[in-house]
Structure formats: structure tokens, C-alpha cells
């Protein structure tokens, strides 16, 4: 994974020592890590968190029937036991809260939302506001319920999403089936999936095929059928039949288990946006802290009149509205669905920082094979003038006594095809096979070796950029199969769909540079380069950026690696791409499609803009209330609904982001 300066972990800044563990553990003038101390938002679902705070509802039934007695009923209550219900209601909402205030003041920390919320109820006390303090409270903590439910769901959807892996496996051990965990078989054993089952390692098909839903790995619902010998992943289910795989690789090894550990690590990754927000919480709590106390003591120096209460009471206004809740969990909150939006669409994004840094992206430069192209030979065209289908067996007939994987695209074309077995079957090293089929004495290869054999065959194949099979049949030419890398099928959608976000497309291979820029051609793209080694590719990618362009590049193979850890962001392709360039990649592509590239820039500018919707929202809110209680036009009421209100405003509107269509 590329290094990142910026990267820091969420308990970095609001931990400072072992006892904080027993804290409420979310500092909104921090990280908002934003777990209390009284459950788990991994474990536990929104009716176990709402059941945790029924001190909180117990608190919230004493403040409604006092003021119902008081304000509905009109029942004078005795200010004693007025006082008394107050403090036991307080008590019930605000424990933990006030608790920490004073632990975090022992330690030295003033300055934080805790000490906020208990100096403006205290000082509602003071002036004999019992019922207004305990809104405060109450509220305060509603508030922090609801962010609370936003931050477990979030958490909890990738999680469901993503943490699939069984907790038992079927090892095949001397032809009986043993369960036991995943962690303890080792490389090389059979496992057994019988239909429905999920995969837990990764391994090789022993069985002749097998189908599975592999939506959970890369977002596509669509069932993939695997061949013997094909690559299967955890996290595939099994659907149709029993399938029998050996193990490739450890349980810890697995491609789903590197997944889970970079979405870990992903959710620790902070964008600069973040950065700012608790950088600037820093001076921006103890600013509010001392703007309160002016508007407490200033009027005395200027007023006649003053009464020191009236100022008090408009202090703890400007104190409750000033509390940075919305932003210190909306922002993150923010950026958390935008990764959750991502893996549901088969894209893994290793940090809330490359969501930004895709917004800025103008240049994608991306490999061919195995990017835009699909990395394997397919006959793309067949001449002949005999019957097609005839030539078509006879060709493959002979191709299939050889592993080439240009002779295996010949095979792949006779698909449904009976073939015949060849004989006398001769390789000639550099030029083709040379045999029997069904009588006929058969040549198959390139134009060297009908030379060899003295057979003529058209001037014009030489002009072809593409790999070509010639055949000829009882030492005549009988035509030739037209063989190239398979363009993704979504690739030119890819390209066009770019360009429509501003963003240019420049293509760079080591493959021939004919090839190059046919397939640049057919998908739309003005630049490429082909002939490359890997550090032509490097060599390309820094002048770019030595241009001032904002670099995406997309790859797959080892040789990939060093350019995506140059690119501003690094993208690959992990289905088929290699361990190396998916460990260094920013954004991992889970099912190869070019077109998820397009995706993963729309995630980030609506993440973007929601986030930024949010810090508007709760900025502009907050200066008119705080202007409002500091002119004594705002009451405690009004300060704690505004908070609370734009508070769930700006979750509400964090948490539409899991449920964007892309």
C-alpha cells in the first residue's frame, strides 16, 4: 500500500492513556471514534443500542411529565420537588457525559464537547433553568443515539457485505470428510462445497466445473462457470452441485481475507477534508469557550444595567449551538458510506483520501492486457474458402495436441465441435504442427512454416498486425485463423463514460505498437504508446504528472506495480491482477470491468458533495443560532433543537449516500 503521511488511526488523537478505554470514546472535537461504553455498534443492531439507553428514556419521561403537570395541566409543582426531579433526570441522561468532563479535565483537557455540554447545564442550574439543563442534556444525548445507530449501520452493512467467510470448512482427508476451521487446513488439501456453501480458501476446481455466485467478490450478480483447473476465491458460493477444490493458498492468505484487512484499514484512512475538521476543532473549541465567556463578561464593562444571569444564560446558548457534533460524525460518516457505496459495487477503496483524490483525477493511463482487454487469446475472425466448419475441426483437431495458448484459442473456437484425434503429430519448434487428420496431411502455424514447405499462401497476410494461424491441407493453402486479445466488453462504454466525467484516456503496452493502436482506435482512445517495458511505463506516467495532470492508472500485472504507486491514484484490477499491484493499488477493481473505474469517480464526488452539503448546513445553522442566543434572541430550547436537529440533518443526509445508485 502506498505511504501516506496523512494516514492516521481514529483512537490516535482522543486516547490518551488506558483509562480512556473505559470513556465514552467519541471526541467530537477529535476523531469521534464514537463508541460509548455501553455496547458495541459491530455486535449489536439498532434495538440492542436502543435498549442500552434506557436511562436515557427514563430521563426523557421525567422531563415530559413534569412539564405536561406544569404547562398542560397547569400544576403548580413545589420548587423542591421540582429541583429534586430535575437532578434525578439529569443524573439518568447526562452520568457518563458529566463523568467524563471532569476525568478529561483532570487529565488537563478542557477543552472538549463534554466539558461544553455540563459548564452550559450547570450554568442553567445556576440561574434556576432546572428544566431547560435537563433538555440540554437529553437532547444532547438523543442526538448522540441517533449518530450512534448511523455509525453502527454503516459499519455493520460492509461488514454483512464483506465478512463472509465460513467458520468451518470440508477437508477431504484419505477420501472422508472432515470439518473443521478454515485457519488449519493446509496448501494442497481437497476441500468439499456442496451446493449453497460458501468458499472459505482460495484453491484450483478439481471437479469438471462447477458455477458460482461470486457477487460478494466483485458486485456482479451474474453466476461465473468455472472449468477444472480454473482459479476459485473465498467468498464464492456454490450453486447447481457439490464441487471438490485444492487449496491454493492459507486461510490467511485468501484474497477475501486481504480484502477485509485493507476495509479495515480503509476506514482508518482519512481524507484531508477530515484532517481539516480536526485540525481546525483544535482552535475551534477553545475559541468558542472564549467567545462565551466575552459575551458573559464584556456587557459588564458597557451595560449600566447589567445583570450578570441574563449574560450567563446567553453564554450557555452560544455554548450549546457552538457544540461541533454535526461535523466531527457527519464527515466521517460521510466518507464511510461512500467506501460502503464502493464495495457494494465491487470496488474496494483502501481510504477516505483516494475518494477524494479521485475527484481530481483528469488522466487515466491504463494498461491493455488484462485492463481494457480481457488478457486472453480469442479467434476474432475465420478464412477459408472450404466449409467453414470442416476447416474449423480439422484445424483444431490438430491444435489440440498442443498447449500453446495460441493453439488452445483454435481448440476454443471448435467449441461443441467433435474432433478427431490426430497422428503422426510432429511439433516444429518456432513454426507450428505438422500431422494427420481424418487422412489429410494438415500444417498449422504461421506463414514459416508453409515457406518451409514450399506451400503458397496470400502476399496480403503479411500486413495483419494481429496473430494469424495459416492451414494448409494436403499441401494447399486453406486458409488461416485471425487470433487476438479480447477487448472487455464494456471498455469502449469505459473510455466514452470518462470522457464524459473530463477525463482523458491514454493507453500504454508492451505489446506491439500495430496492436496498440488498433485497439486504441476501436475503443475511442487519442493516445498510446506500445513497446513499453516497465519503466517506459514509469518514465511516461512522471512526465505526465510533470505536466500538472492528475493521474488514475489502472493495471494488473507484477510489472504494473511501479507505476501505480507513482499515479495519484493507483487502480487494480484484482480478479485476475497480480498480488503485487493489488497490495500496492489505492482502489481495487474486484471484477476487472474498465467501467467500475467510471463508478469509483462518481462515489467520490457524491461522497464530496454530500460532505461538503454537510459542513455548510451545519456552519451556516450555527452562526445564525449562535448570533441569535449571544442578542438574546434564542433560548436554551431553541440552541439544543438546532444543534440536535442540524446534527441529524447532516447524518441523514451522510447515510442517502449507501443508497445512491451507480
Not at 469505459?494 to 505498437?513: P, Y
Request: hydrophobic share 45%; proline share 3%.
Amino acid at each position: 500500500m502506498k505511504p501516506d503521511e496523512n494516514t492516521t488511526h481514529v483512537h490516535d488523537e482522543c486516547c490518551a492513556s488506558k483509562s480512556d478505554v473505559h470513556d465514552k470514546q467519541h471526541n467530537h472535537s477529535h476523531d469521534h471514534d464514537h463508541d460509548h461504553g455501553d455496547h458495541s455498534h459491530d455486535s449489536g443492531g439498532d434495538a440492542a443500542i436502543l435498549q442500552s439507553r434506557w436511562m436515557l428514556w427514563l430521563s426523557l419521561g421525567i422531563l415530559a411529565v413534569f412539564l405536561v403537570l406544569t404547562y398542560v395541566v397547569k400544576i403548580e409543582i413545589p420548587r423542591a420537588i421540582e429541583i429534586g426531579m430535575m437532578l434525578v433526570a439529569y443524573l439518568l441522561a447526562g452520568n457518563k457525559t458529566v463523568a467524563l468532563a471532569f476525568r478529561k479535565a483532570g487529565r488537563g483537557d478542557f477543552f472538549n464537547e463534554f466539558t461544553l455540554m455540563t459548564i452550559a447545564t450547570f450554568g442553567a442550574f445556576y440561574i434556576g433553568e432546572f428544566s431547560e439543563g435537563v433538555a440540554v442534556m437529553i437532547f444532547y444525548e438523543i442526538g448522540e443515539l441517533f449518530q450512534d445507530i448511523a455509525v453502527s449501520r454503516s459499519k455493520r452493512s460492509i461488514k454483512a457485505l464483506l465478512d463472509i467467510r465460513p467458520d468451518t470448512v470440508t477437508v477431504l482427508r484419505d477420501d472422508k470428510p472432515v470439518q473443521m476451521a478454515p485457519e488449519a487446513v493446509e496448501l494442497g488439501e481437497k476441500i468439499l462445497v456442496k451446493a449453497g456453501e460458501k468458499v472459505a480458501l482460495d484453491g484450483e476446481m478439481g471437479s469438471l466445473s462447477g458455477t458460482f455466485n461470486t457477487a460478494a467478490l466483485t458486485g456482479e450478480p451474474k453466476p461465473q462457470t468455472i472449468a477444472k483447473g480454473g482459479k476459485v476465491l473465498a467468498g464464492m458460493i456454490a450453486i447447481e452441485k457439490s464441487v471438490e477444490i485444492e487449496v491454493k493458498a492459507l486461510f490467511k492468505d485468501s484474497k477475501l481475507s486481504r480484502i477485509l484487512e485493507m476495509v479495515q484499514e480503509a476506514s482508518a484512512r482519512k481524507a484531508p477534508t477530515q484532517l481539516l475538521i480536526s485540525r481546525l476543532a483544535r482552535i475551534y473549541t477553545p475559541a468558542v469557550f472564549l467567545l462565551a465567556l466575552l459575551i458573559i463578561v464584556v456587557p459588564a464593562l458597557f451595560t449600566a444595567e447589567y445583570n450578570f444571569d441574563q449574560w450567563l444564560y446567553r453564554g450557555m446558548v452560544f455554548l450549546v449551538i457552538a457544540c461541533p457534533c454535526a461535523l466531527t460524525i457527519s464527515i466521517p460518516l460521510g466518507y464511510f458510506g461512500g467506501i460502503g457505496l464502493a464495495s457494494r459495487n465491487g470496488i474496494l477503496v483502501k481510504g477516505a483520501n483516494f475518494l477524494d483524490v479521485l475527484t481530481k483525477i483528469d488522466t487515466l493511463v491504463s494498461d491493455k492486457t488484462g485492463t481494457l482487454t480481457k488478457g486472453v487469446f480469442k479467434v476474432q475472425k475465420v478464412e477459408t474458402q472450404m466449409e467453414k466448419a470442416d476447416f474449423i475441426r480439422i484445424a483444431a483437431s490438430l491444435e489440440s495436441y498442443s498447449t500453446h495458448p495460441v493453439a488452445r484459442a483454435v481448440v476454443d473456437s471448435a467449441t461443441g465441435t467433435p474432433l478427431t484425434k490426430p497422428t503422426q503429430v510432429e511439433e516444429i519448434a518456432g513454426h507450428g504442427l505438422k500431422g494427420n487428420v481424418d487422412g489429410h496431411a494438415v500444417l498449422a502455424g504461421n506463414t514459416k512454416l508453409l515457406e518451409k514447405h514450399s506451400i503458397s499462401y496470400p502476399s496480403d497476410l503479411h500486413a495483419l498486425v494481429e496473430t494469424i494461424v495459416v492451414v494448409a491441407i494436403d499441401g494447399q493453402y486453406a486458409g488461416h485463423f485471425l487470433i487476438a486479445d479480447e477487448i472487455k466488453e464494456d471498455a469502449e462504454a469505459a473510455v466514452a463514460e470518462l470522457k464524459s466525467l473530463g477525463i482523458s484516456t491514454i493507453m500504454l503496452s508492451g505489446d506491439k505498437e500495430a496492436v496498440v493502436a488498433k485497439v486504441a482506435a476501436e475503443l475511442g482512445i487519442t493516445r498510446s504508446y506500445g513497446g513499453l517495458l516497465p519503466e517506459d511505463k514509469v518514465r511516461i506516467v512522471q512526465e505526465l504528472k510533470d505536466q500538472g495532470k492528475r493521474i488514475a492508472f489502472a493495471g494488473d500485472g507484477v510489472n504494473d506495480a511501479p507505476v501505480i504507486a507513482l499515479a495519484d491514484a493507483g487502480i487494480a484490477m484484482g480478479a485476475l491482477g497480480s498480488d503485487a499491484t493489488i497490495e500496492t493499488a489505492d482502489i481495487v477493481i474486484q471484477n476487472d470491468q474498465p467501467s467500475r473505474i467510471a463508478a469509483a469517480v462518481r462515489i467520490g464526488k457524491v461522497t464530496k458533495t454530500v460532505v461538503y452539503q454537510n459542513i455548510s448546513l451545519a456552519m451556516a445553522v450555527k452562526i445564525a443560532v449562535m448570533a441569535l442566543g449571544a442578542g438574546g434572541v434564542a433560548t436554551l430550547w431553541e440552541a439544543v433543537f438546532a444543534d440536535v436537529g442540524v446534527a441529524l440533518l447532516a447524518i441523514l443526509n451522510a447515510y442517502r449516500i449507501q443508497g445512491k445508485k451507480i
